[in-house]
């Protein structure tokens, strides 16, 4: 990794993008940790409840899946088998090779076909959607297939992605990908340099009117797809909209949002980092085998009808 300025230290910590992982695997609060990762970013959980898939942000390590029965990890994506089908992202998009795979925010989908679908936000060599299957053999462990892929368009860098039933998704843009450490400066000085992207299959992208944020991070969308939910990262803002955008329904302050999911009770998690920016900027990236010890806030809350009803916070701290 080249040196990074302190101001590209500051975009890459609203990334979550991690150094070195922790060299104490010890509880703290009660929390255990999973130790070996490097740069675990963003997670889902299989239907049957047993694994999780997630994503780490390092170069060819792409997407992994833990077994919640003994904590064990093995990849996913790469390897993996690569069949690109109609239908899944963009006609004639070329599968990555093992050295273009470095994902990001991912998202996944039970398509109306049945089939499990994650998408997968990549900065490895080139900015793209990734589109891969999940296969769920009824004896053995679950694999993914790479199906396709989007480009993203010039100068967009995405964060975060959720599927829509259409077939296209949402994308959450942080700031120019052509001018990184000036886009965190200018949204720690309050300019709003993200904003919400739509891939439509049959129209391409589209800007969703009306989303521009102070560096835009996680995005969610409810259920029956009438709205969806983006963090305003340096806004310290959680918004929500109708699905075309426009003026936002509600705004919730919670201290630098991450990466939201729903639960099982149809409530939204929101994941922030609840600790001083210079904090912040001092544990990512650190030094090999340093701890990186950080306060961070789940934020859980229902949704009715166009308002946030009530949260609840629960602070605690992490290594």
């Not at 599968?95 to 996944?108: F, M, R």
């Amino acid at each position: 990794m080249k040196p990074l300025s302190l101001a590209l230290a500051l975009s890459l910590a609203a990334l979550a993008w991690a150094g070195a992982p922790a060299v104490s695997c010890d509880p703290v609060d009660g929390i255990d940790s999973i130790c070996g990762l490097v740069a675990p970013e963003d997670i889902e959980v299989l239907p049957d409840g047993r694994f999780l898939v997630f994503s780490q942000m390092h170069e060819g390590l792409g997407l992994s899946l833990l077994d919640t029965r003994d904590d064990s990890v093995r990849p996913l994506f790469p390897p993996g088998a690569s069949q690109a089908e109609p239908g899944w992202g963009e006609a004639d998009c070329p599968a990555p090779t093992a050295s273009e795979v470095l994902l990001h925010g991912i998202h996944l989908l039970r398509r109306s076909d049945g089939r499990l679908q994650v998408l997968a936000v990549n900065h490895g060599g080139r900015e793209s959607v990734e589109f891969l299957e999940i296969l769920e053999p009824l004896d053995g462990l679950p694999v993914a297939v790479w199906r396709g892929c989007v480009i993203t368009p010039e100068p967009l860098f995405f964060n975060d992605v959720v599927a829509l039933s259409d077939g296209g998704f949402l994308a959450s843009h942080m700031f120019s990908r052509n001018a990184q450490a000036w886009g965190a400066i200018r949204a720690l000085a309050g300019a709003e340099t993200g904003r919400v992207h739509r891939w439509r299959p049959a129209s391409g992208f589209e800007e969703v009117p009306g989303t521009g944020v102070r560096m835009a991070n996680g995005i969610a969308v409810a259920p029956d797809e009438r709205y969806f939910y983006l963090n305003a990262y340096l806004g310290s803002e959680v918004r929500k909209y109708p699905l075309d955008g426009g003026q936002p329904l509600a705004i919730l302050k919670i201290p630098r949002p991450d990466n939201s999911a729903w639960d099982s009770r149809g409530r939204l998690l929101v994941a922030s980092h609840d600790d001083r920016l210079r904090a912040i900027i001092h544990g990512l990236p650190g030094s090999e085998g340093a701890p990186v010890d950080l306060r961070f806030r789940i934020s859980v809350g229902f949704i009715i009808n166009a308002i946030f009803n009530a949260f609840d916070h629960h602070d605690t701290a992490a290594t």
